[in-house]
C-alpha cells in the first residue's frame, strides 16, 4: 500500500519522539514500507534520529538504512554510535549488506562496530567480506548460503537445512560440496521433497552449474548472471572451494553504477558526481571536458583561418551542417560498439567492424547528400557550392564512422572506459576533421 507522509504524520511523529513514547511511535511506523520509513527520517533532526533509531526494532532498522540514498547514509551512520550500528543495523543484514555498511564507516569506528558484533562467526564473515575489492565477486558475495555434503542422504540433508534456516531468512539455491568444501554442484528442493530419504545426495545432485572466482570483476559478474539468466551465482575460490554467493539485487546495483558512470562520461562529466556534491566537486569534474571542447573551438577556428573563404563567402552558411552531422554520425557509430562491449555482443574482427560501418555510412551519406544536394539546387544555390556541400558531407560521414567506430575499440584495447568515445572528445574531434574536410574539398573544386 502506498503511503502518503504529510505534516500531521510528521507532527505527531516528533510529538511522540518528543514524549519518548517507543509504543506511540511504533505505532505510527507500523505496517509502513522501509522505503517511506527512510522518507520520514530525512524530515527529522540529529536528535530526533537517535530516538527513532532507539525505540524502532533492528530489523525495522536495518531494512531502512539500505533504501537511504550514500550520502543520506554517511549522515546518518556519523551520528548514530558504535554500538546502535552493531546492535541496531549489522545484527540484522546479511553479511554482504554489512559489509557494505562498515565500508562506509571511518577506519576507528569500523573497528568498534566489528568488535560489538555478538555472534562470532557473522563478524568473521564481515572481516573476510572487507579485504576483497569492493568491485570484485568477493565484494559483492554474501556468506549466508544453504550447503550439503555430497556423501550424505536426503534426510540428513533435510535435517541441516532446518539447522541452517534459523540463521538463514531466504532459500536461494542449496549447493552440494565434498568434505573439502569443494563445490559440485546444486540439488532442488523438489528433489529433496519428492526423492526417498534414504536416498544419496550424489545421485540427485546437478553438476552442470556455473560460478565465478572470488576476484572476478563485478562487471563480467554481471555479464555472466545477465547472459545464463541467473538469480543466484555461487563465488569459489582458487581451488574451487565454495566462498559465498551473489543475488540478482546486488548485480542490479551493478549494472546502474556503471550505466551512471557512463552516462555520466559521456555527457562530459569525467568523475561521477551527485546533485549534493559541493561546487568544487562537480567544478572538478566538469572543467577538464569544458577545456578539451574549448581546445576543439580553437581547432576549428584555425581550420578556418587556414582557408581564405572570402571569395566564397556562401560556404559559411553550411559550417554548422557539416559540423552537426559529423557529431551526430559519430555518436551513433561509437554508441553501438560501446553497447556491443557493454554487453559482450561483438562479433567479428576490427576490420569487419569497420567495413559494415563504412557500408552503412556509404549508403547513408548518399543519401544525405542527394537530399541536400536537390534542396540546395531547389533554394537556387551556387550549384558548384551545392555540388561542394554534398560530397564533403558524404565525406564527412564516412569518416565519421570510420573514427567512431574505430576509437572505442582502440580505447578499449588499451583498457581505457570506451565510453569516452561517445563523450565531447570524438564530437569535437569529427568537427575539426569535418571542417578540414569541407574547405579542402572546397579548394580542390572551387579553388
Not at 246 to 268: C, F, N, P, R, W
Request: glycine letters at 6%; one cysteine or more; proline letters at 3%.
Amino acid at each position: 500500500m502506498n503511503f502518503e507522509i504529510n505534516e500531521q504524520y510528521i507532527k505527531d511523529l516528533k510529538l511522540a519522539l518528543e514524549e519518548e513514547s517507543a509504543l506511540k511511535v511504533n505505532e505510527l511506523i507500523e505496517d509502513i514500507h522501509p522505503a517511506d520509513i527512510a522518507e520520514i527520517t530525512k524530515r527529522l533532526n540529529l536528535d530526533e534520529i537517535k530516538m527513532f533509531f532507539d525505540v524502532v526494532p533492528g530489523d525495522l532498522i536495518s531494512e531502512t538504512i539500505a533504501e537511504l540514498e550514500e550520502d543520506e547514509r554517511e549522515g546518518l551512520l556519523h551520528s548514530l554510535t558504535p554500538e546502535q550500528i552493531a546492535k541496531k543495523a549489522i545484527d540484522y543484514m546479511e553479511s554482504d549488506d554489512a559489509a557494505d555498511l562498515i565500508m562506509e564507516l571511518p577506519l576507528e569506528k569500523r573497528a568498534q562496530v566489528v568488535k560489538l558484533i555478538d555472534d562470532v562467526k557473522k563478524a568473521s564473515n564481515i572481516v573476510d567480506l572487507l579485504n576483497y575489492p569492493e568491485d570484485s565477486a568477493g565484494g559483492l558475495m554474501a556468506k549466508e548460503l544453504f550447503k550439503v555434503d555430497i556423501n550424505w542422504d536426503v534426510l540428513d540433508c533435510v535435517k541441516e537445512l532446518r539447522k541452517q534456516a534459523e540463521h538463514i531468512e531466504t532459500i536461494h539455491t542449496v549447493y552440494v560440496v565434498d568434505e573439502n568444501n569443494k563445490l559440485i554442484g546444486t540439488v532442488s528442493l523438489k528433489s529433496l521433497i519428492l526423492t526417498s530419504s534414504s536416498t544419496k545426495i550424489e545421485d540427485v545432485v546437478n553438476r552442470d552449474i556455473i560460478s565465478v572466482k572470488a576476484y572476478t570483476e563485478s562487471s563480467e559478474v554481471a555479464q555472466i548472471m545477465e547472459k545464463y539468466d541467473l538469480v543466484v551465482l555461487p563465488v569459489v575460490d582458487d581451488l574451487g572451494r565454495l566462498k559465498g554467493r551473489i543475488t540478482i539485487d546486488d548485480v542490479v546495483d551493478v549494472i546502474k553504477e556503471e550505466a551512471e558512470k557512463d552516462y555520466q562520461l559521456a555527457s562530459g562529466l569525467s568523475d561521477t558526481v551527485e546533485s549534493h556534491d559541493s561546487m568544487w566537486q562537480v567544478t572538478k569534474a566538469r572543467l577538464p571536458w569544458l577545456l578539451v571542447g574549448m581546445m576543439g573551438g580553437m581547432g576549428s577556428a584555425k581550420v578556418l583561418g587556414v582557408f581564405d573563404i572570402t571569395k566564397h563567402p556562401e560556404m559559411a552558411v553550411f559550417i554548422p551542417l557539416i559540423a552537426a552531422m559529423g557529431g551526430n554520425v559519430g555518436v551513433q557509430s561509437s554508441a553501438i560498439v560501446v553497447q556491443g562491449i557493454a554487453n559482450n555482443s561483438l562479433r567479428g574482427t576490427i576490420a569487419d567492424r569497420l567495413l559494415k560501418e563504412t557500408g552503412v555510412a556509404l549508403v547513408n551519406g548518399l543519401a544525405c547528400a542527394a537530399i541536400l544536394l536537390g534542396l540546395n539546387l531547389f533554394l537556387d544555390y551556387n550549384p558548384m557550392v551545392s555540388i561542394t556541400v554534398s560530397i564533403a558531407l558524404l565525406s564527412v560521414i564516412i569518416f565519421a564512422a570510420i573514427f567512431g567506430t574505430y576509437f572505442p575499440l582502440l580505447l578499449y584495447r588499451f583498457k581505457i572506459n570506451p565510453a569516452l568515445a561517445t563523450g565531447p572528445f570524438i564530437t569535437t574531434t569529427n568537427d575539426i576533421f569535418g571542417l578540414f574536410l569541407y574547405f579542402y574539398i572546397g579548394k580542390i573544386i572551387m579553388g
